[in-house]
């Protein structure tokens, strides 16, 4: 007869897997004004139904002034906690609660917030772990590498259908509940920000508007909106505007990023197509035109202006 014996060592890992498991685990996520009012429904019906189906708590915060966004909080066993992720994207998505995904499914992005500190176990190293995670859903996953405005969390995009959420969710959860007894190390939560608001001072030649930054967020060059789109490369969704920026010379680079990783990011977070204008004549400024939805405008300006900040924030060397 032939025995099966395991080491100590794989015994233990089994064990935490298993307790971390079964313990409960709060995940929370950005989403959007709109999004927060579909989740909810209409006197709560969906929060309610998506309570109800998938055994976990599920809140959404109180909306914040100026702010786009609002936290969305799930509660309970990891496997709930997925189950309910999965349908909030169903709800976002007005897919069919009990339908299973297919490959002609919609797709749609769940945005984890993450700790800093915790960010590392679900990257892995080299990023083997994430591209587990990926391989095992099916869906795209990407961790910001930016903590959030005053805060010491970061985001890991789930991109995917209904279905690949739910097993990325449940994947990203499992790391997570592996440290979440680990003492915190200055963990500042992310708190939804007022948007960039703007004022129309005097209009300017070619029949834009010159807009200025409100005290408080950086301010970089001149701002236009709205205006001409320039040539895009995609035929944006009914309802698109253009805005204008124009940046300094010397941030392009940490706009753009290494490999075209930072505005590629902003693109997808923002769901805003952005195009970088060639250096033209003697001028020390690039102009940026952002082509998309007015909420998809004002999340691609955010993630700009908390990029450039961050850098200009970086000591000089």
């Known amino acids: 007869m032939e025995v099966n014996v395991r080491s100590p060592a794989a015994a233990e890992k089994e064990k ?53 966004e609002r936290i969305l909080t799930v509660t309970g066993p990891l496997d709930t906690v997925a189950k309910a992720f999965a349908l909030v994207a169903r709800k976002i998505l007005d897919e069919n609660l009990d339908t299973p995904s297919t490959p002609n499914s919609k797709s749609t992005t769940i945005r984890l917030l993450v700790p800093h500190s915790r960010m590392g176990p679900v990257i892995g190293k080299g990023g083997c772990k994430i591209k587990e995670i990926q391989e095992k859903s099916g869906a795209r996953c990407l961790a910001s590498e930016e903590m959030l405005p005053q805060s010491t969390e970061r985001t890991i995009s789930i991109s995917g259908v209904p279905d690949s959420i739910h097993i990325a969710v449940f994947h990203v959860g ?47 060059g001149r701002e236009f909106m709205p205006g001409p789109p320039g040539p895009i490369n995609h035929q ?49 400024e690039r102009l940026v035109t952002i082509t998309g939805t007015p909420e998809s405008n004002q999340m691609a300006l955010y993630l700009l202006y908390s990029r450039l900040e961050s850098e200009r924030r970086k000591p000089s060397v």
């Open 174 to 220: 499992e790391e997570l509940a592996k440290h979440q007894n680990d003492r915190p190390s200055g963990i500042t939560p992310y708190r939804p920000q007022p948007r960039l608001l703007y004022h129309q001072a005097a209009p300017v030649a070619g029949n834009h508007f010159y807009v200025g930054l409100p005290p408080g967020p950086p301010h970089y």
């Open 16 to 68: 935490v897997e298993t307790e971390s498991t079964l313990a409960t685990i709060s995940l929370r996520a950005l989403v959007t004004t709109k999004e927060a009012g579909v989740i909810i429904g209409k006197g709560g019906k969906n929060v309610s139904e998506i309570r109800d189906r998938s055994g976990a708590k599920v809140t959404i915060s109180e909306m914040v002034q100026g702010a786009y």
């Open 236 to 284: 944006p969704p009914p309802g698109s505007q253009a805005q204008q920026i124009f940046i300094p010379n010397d941030m392009v680079g940490c706009i753009i990023g290494k490999g075209g990783s930072k505005i590629n990011e902003i693109r997808h977070l923002s769901g805003s197509h952005i195009k970088i204008a060639e250096p033209h004549g003697n001028t020390n």
